[in-house]
Nanobody, 123 residues
C-alpha cells in the first residue's frame, strides 16, 4: 500500500504556471505513477503518467504544456503545468497503477489515490 499526498494547487491566471507535487509514503519502486483530473460534472480523465525509469505519457490536451517527472530518491512525482487554460480547472489527483495495469490512462488500472488538489485557472 502507498499513501499519496498532493500539493501545489491553487488559483492562477490563464497563461500562468503551477507545479504539483505528489509525495508518496510507501512503495513506488517499479510502479507507474500518474496524474488525473476531474472537473465539475465530468469524468476523471488521465493527464500524464510516468514509469519508474522515466518513460512518459501525456494526454493530447496537455502535450507540450505539462511535464511529468519523478524523483525516486524523494519518492515524489511532479506535474509542471505551463500555459494553463481555464479548461484545465479541475481537482488533480495523483495515483499509482496496479502492478498488472495495462494502460496509461484508464483510472481503473490505478489502485492508490491521493485526496486531490484543486487547480483553478481564471481567464
Amino acid at each position: 500500500q502507498v499513501q499519496l499526498v498532493e500539493s501545489g494547487g491553487g488559483l492562477v491566471q490563464a497563461g500562468g504556471s503551477l507545479r504539483l507535487s505528489c509525495e508518496a509514503s510507501g512503495r513506488t519502486v517499479n510502479y507507474v505513477m500518474g496524474w488525473f483530473r476531474q472537473a465539475p460534472g465530468k469524468e476523471r480523465d488521465s493527464v500524464a503518467a510516468v514509469t519508474w525509469v522515466g518513460l512518459t505519457y501525456y494526454a493530447e490536451s496537455v502535450k507540450g504544456r505539462f511535464t511529468i517527472s519523478r524523483d525516486n530518491a524523494k519518492n515524489t512525482v511532479y506535474l509542471q503545468m505551463n500555459n494553463l487554460k481555464p479548461e484545465d480547472t479541475a481537482v488533480y489527483y495523483c495515483a499509482r497503477r496496479f502492478r498488472g495495469g495495462r494502460t496509461w490512462s484508464d483510472a481503473a488500472d490505478f489502485d492508490s489515490w491521493g485526496q486531490g488538489t484543486q487547480v483553478t485557472v481564471s481567464s
